[in-house]
């Protein structure tokens, strides 16, 4: 026990030293030491490896077109029974059981929509048996969704809105079961020959989508290095290369903290000049940019012209929806490790700005964007990268601004 506290003691004094000098050794006004003293929580590099190659493929779906069908309900059963000494017993037809429903159910274990089919089917019910005997119900069939899933009907009409964990919606009735011949027995007709089919289940389309993707989105051209990005500061794996369209699906890391608060963090592909009027992939990328809280511009230093990089991409956010650009938002200068690449962060901070002479006025949102030169592929500038993401996600948990 004594050798316990004395262990403690030493332990707990060493750590003090540490700590001092840490903070001893820095300049008072550097950012270091005011981050030293500052609330905001430091990242943690995530201790487990990177999934095996075959996880690869998976990437987050946050819509879907999905066409539901109710079970079909058991047919009712049309006999008549014959006993020994009683050949006439009469009718015995069983009803059938009614067909399951489709139902969503909001979960907080599931995070992605990945898991739906395009066709979901609940099963039928059984049909009547002899002697009376009712076919069986169908279980229902329950399609677990994230929280904050709208169900979407064809005309775009949301409706509903599954918010708590254990909501659920009932996307499509189940048929009922048909009745058997022994339901129609009456003192009028002692020997019905007659029994229903069992009714079909209810069919239609829906879109599911969530409400919200992740709480920040990597956007820019292809090649800026936004999969490489996420590489670095997640576990997750969108592909990389040289190529433009290398990722053809958002995927999403999450990045962690050491008060286990996780931003999730979207790789959105697929954006490109005129991405507003259908071009490339399409216009559902910017869908994906819809749903994310904030924004991080990643614009390529090794281009001739960045700047003009950045005004393509705002230019395309808001031709999808005015505002959009404007979202709290951070701007990464990817590939600061290439040669002249420092010269270009700095055009780029004075533009932003406003220190470049030019005219036009920028909006607050964008002139207090904190500007940021990292290599996603050196690993340069992550950490200060990680703690402006979680300054801005500080600040709008603080602010909970609905968009
Ligand atoms: N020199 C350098 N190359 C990079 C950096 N980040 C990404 N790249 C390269 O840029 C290319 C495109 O990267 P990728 O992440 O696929 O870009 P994305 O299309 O925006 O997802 C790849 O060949 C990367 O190796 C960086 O910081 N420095
Ligand atoms: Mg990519």
């Given at each position: 026990m004594i050798t316990y506290c004395i262990r403690k003691a030493l332990l707990s004094s060493w750590r003090a030293v540490c700590l001092g000098t840490e903070c001893a050794?820095?300049?008072?006004?550097?950012d270091s030491y005011q981050r030293c003293l500052s609330s905001v929580a430091k990242h943690v590099m995530p201790k487990k490896p990177k999934g095996v190659a075959?996880?690869?493929?998976r990437h987050f779906v946050d819509f879907i077109e999905v066409q539901v069908s109710g079970g079909k309900g058991g047919n009712g059963m049309l006999s008549f029974l014959s006993l020994p000494?009683?050949?006439?017993?009469g009718p015995d037809g069983g009803n059938g059981g009614n067909g399951g429903h489709v139902i969503f159910k909001a979960s907080h274990s599931t995070k992605s929509l990945?898991?739906?089919?395009p066709v979901e089917v609940a099963p039928n019910g059984t049909k009547g048996g002899t002697k009376q005997r009712d076919g069986k119900n169908a279980d229902h069939r329950f399609i677990e969704v994230p929280l904050g899933t709208l169900i979407k009907s064809?005309?775009?009409?949301?409706?509903?809105?599954?918010?708590?964990?254990g909501d659920v919606y009932v996307a499509a009735r189940g048929g009922a079961g048909g009745k058997g011949n022994y339901f129609f027995l009456t003192n009028e007709n002692r020997a019905p020959a007659v029994a229903e089919l069992g009714a079909t289940g209810q069919e239609r389309k829906l879109f599911v989508e969530l409400k919200?993707?992740?709480?920040a989105g990597l956007i820019?051209?292809?090649?800026?290095g936004k999969s490489s990005l996420l590489r670095a500061i997640s576990r997750a794996q969108p592909e990389v290369s040289a190529?433009?369209?290398?990722?053809l699906n958002p995927h999403v890391g999450m990045v962690l903290y050491e008060d286990h608060e996780q931003i999730a963090v979207a790789d959105i592909p697929?954006?490109?000049?005129g991405a507003h009027q259908?071009?490339?992939?399409?216009?559902s990328f910017l869908r994906h940019i819809e749903r994310c809280l904030c924004l991080i511009y990643v614009i390529d230093l090794?281009?001739?012209c960045p700047l003009e990089q950045l005004n393509h991409l705002k230019y395309e956010l808001d031709q999808y929806?005015?505002?959009?650009?404007?979202?709290?938002n951070l701007l990464i200068g990817n590939k600061?490790?290439?040669?002249g690449a420092e010269q270009k962060l700095e055009d780029l901070k004075r533009h932003v700005q406003g220190m470049?002479?030019?005219?036009e006025t920028r909006p607050r949102e964008i002139s207090q964007m904190p500007v940021l030169g990292v290599s996603a592929k050196h690993l340069i500038g992550i950490d200060e990268l990680l703690y402006q993401l979680r300054v801005m996600y500080d600040a709008y948990k603080k602010d909970e601004k609905p968009i």
């Open positions: 050794i820095q300049d008072k006004s550097c075959y996880r690869k493929a000494k009683r050949e006439w017993a990945s898991h739906l089919k064809e005309d775009g009409q949301v409706l509903s809105s599954l918010d708590n964990d919200t993707m992740a709480h820019g051209f292809p090649n800026a190529y433009p369209f290398t990722t697929g954006l490109i000049p259908n071009k490339g992939l399409g216009i090794s281009i001739e929806q005015p505002g959009l650009s404007l979202r709290p600061i490790d290439l040669p470049d002479g030019c005219v």
